[in-house]
């Protein structure tokens, strides 16, 4: 049996895909957890890669490993840089994978699972996050997570996520996911919750999913269903990421863009959407500043 060097591992070929495959190997290394499986008849279809070998070095070094025919042979120094540029084609195709229809059911499941975290605003009620690139082109700009509730962007909680190339999501993911099932589109509804009892608050307060809950209940009450729920079956499950560093607000505006292109850019909802973006991050810029000011000595005392 020959072996497929991985990194400090190697990884032994087999018949067996779904076992020890490049890809299953992949997938579940740290820190790619964002990442779907592409399907192999989507790999092999060259038309499907088109243009990808402009991006990546030793273009078809790689692709043989990732579809593990590589000749076992090369020396091991080669190996390394093949395995570099193989992560690299893997990404920049799920970016094409992922707008496809079996792509998008797949990162379907993965927002109704939470998979990619929630958002950390109070009043979003632990809205689902999808992925977003920033830019299609690699090396630009890292992943960011796109709350379709207050249409604001994130940063990943954990540094390994942080790491990973925006390109290899796309700029047109969320748009696209929510343009084809529309239900999981959430509505801009503000439903404040029930008092938390004083027992809980005393006691560690309440958990995401019990709040997710309540507000999904209260939503539905009135009419509305929750993003990342369907309105048949609730599916409840806790942010799988690391919480290495805090949620931090991303001072970038995302564009609403299908395949690269800007929609929207002219409507009456942008105008406004922009006005309100701006209106938010002087207020964000004024909270700071104010932080900042040493705080003014206080009088002394006195007794007259």
């Not at 067996?16 to 592409?38: M, P, Q, R």
């Not at 607000?249 to 299908?258: A, F, L, S, W, Y």
């Amino acid at each position: 049996m020959g072996v497929i060097q991985k990194g400090a591992g190697r990884l032994p070929l087999s018949s067996d895909w779904n076992d020890h495959t490049w890809i299953a190997w992949f997938l579940s290394t740290k820190g790619n957890e964002y990442f779907c499986e592409v399907d192999e008849d989507y790999i092999l279809d060259r038309f499907n890669l088109t243009g990808l070998n402009t991006e990546v070095q030793y273009y078809m070094y790689a692709l043989d490993l990732i579809t593990d025919a590589l000749d076992e042979n090369i020396s091991d120094s080669h190996r390394d840089q093949i395995e570099t540029q193989a992560r690299i084609l893997y990404g920049l195709i799920h970016a094409r994978y992922i707008v496809t229809t079996r792509g998008l059911a797949k990162m379907l499941e993965k927002f109704k699972r939470a998979d990619f975290g929630r958002c950390p605003r109070v009043l979003c009620y632990q809205q689902p996050l999808l992925p977003l690139g920033l830019s299609d082109v690699p090396f630009q700009s890292p992943v960011r997570l796109y709350c379709p509730r207050c249409e604001d962007v994130y940063r990943p909680k954990s540094t390994r996520h942080c790491a990973i190339d925006g390109a290899f999501f796309g700029s047109s993911l969320p748009h696209m996911l929510l343009m084809v099932y529309p239900h999981m589109i959430p509505t801009k509804t503000t439903v404040i919750p029930p008092p938390v009892p004083r027992a809980q608050r005393q006691y560690g307060g309440v958990a995401a999913d019990a709040l997710h809950q309540r507000a999904l209940a209260l939503e539905r009450k009135s009419g509305h269903a929750l993003s990342g729920e369907d309105t048949d079956s609730v599916v409840v499950a806790s942010d799988q990421s690391e919480p290495a560093v805090p949620p931090n607000v991303g001072i970038e505006r995302v564009v609403p863009r299908i395949f690269g292109f800007p929609i929207h850019e002219t409507s009456r909802l942008m105008a406004w959407q922009e006005k309100k973006h701006e209106q938010q991050m002087n207020k964000i810029a004024e909270f700071h500043r104010r932080k900042l000011q040493p705080a003014l000595p206080k009088a002394p005392y006195s007794t007259m």
